[in-house]
């Protein structure tokens, strides 16, 4: 393990209930070993998804300030990982911010947080998007889901079963939005694909969690700074867990902090969230407030170091 300690700033919204940004991303980075700055965009008592009636604190007028005197600091940091913006405006300040405390070896990990289901999320105007591609232009990393993926790149939306083609011709166009690496989410293959894809183009490597028979999988697909693709799954559980996305882009910026390669790091991700939302369809919870992610952070802060 590396000695000298990781600074990652996680600039995401504060939903007091419901499990995902900044509430799954502190416990998650900190339990990788990583130091986790925080830069809230937003105060909400729930998060949006599922709930009426939420309270929200746009907190767009308290980011700058808090960066000028964070200017007067010093402060160096590792990773910038930026995911749900409380307004439009949040997109040029947060893009001044990267600006602000980048240092050469800062790597920018942007989560382009605006829409799933084939749907933008309703509090974000229809050219968020547009404003998320400008964002993207400076990451080093972008992890959208499959319907991100469309805004940003143009792809056609599609819930699943999905081909490999598919998958990587997102990946390519992907490319032309972010200069950096890829990592998209919420791909389902099933059995035969995932063969294919293990045989097909011969670039890359698949990664199967839990052994199992299953007809369909769930999971992600790396694009490396060589192009090099690499799939990881677990076998689908039905049903849509909410804060899924932050779980998952939290574990995989933990993993980064510590050293794991693009790959490795996806692997990762996919096995803490899979197990999180297992637990969860264990239990029966309601899917609104979030994945059972807290059992499993012992055994993830050991497979990351
Ligand atoms: O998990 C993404 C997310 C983060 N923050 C807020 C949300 C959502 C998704 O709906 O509503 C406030």
Redesign the pocket.
Known sequence: MNMAQKRVLAI??I?CIGR??LTVALPIISAAGVECAVLPT?V?ST???GFTGFTYRDLTDDLKPIVDHWKTLGLKFDYIYT??LGSFEQIDIVIDIIDALRGRDTKVVVDP?MA?NGEL?G?FPPDFPKGMRKLCRKADLILPNITEASLLAGTEYSAGRHSVEFVEDALERLGSVCPGEVVLTGVNFDRGTIRSAASGSGRGSVYVAADSDADSYLGAAARDAKKKISYAFHPLIPGFY??T??VFGSALVASFANGKTLQRATEIAVDYTSGSIERTREAGTDVRFGVNFEAGLRKFSEDVR
């Open positions: 995401h919204d939903s995902c940004s937003a909400l998060h949006t998804g995911g749900f947080v799933d999320y509090v909410h804060g996305g932050d």
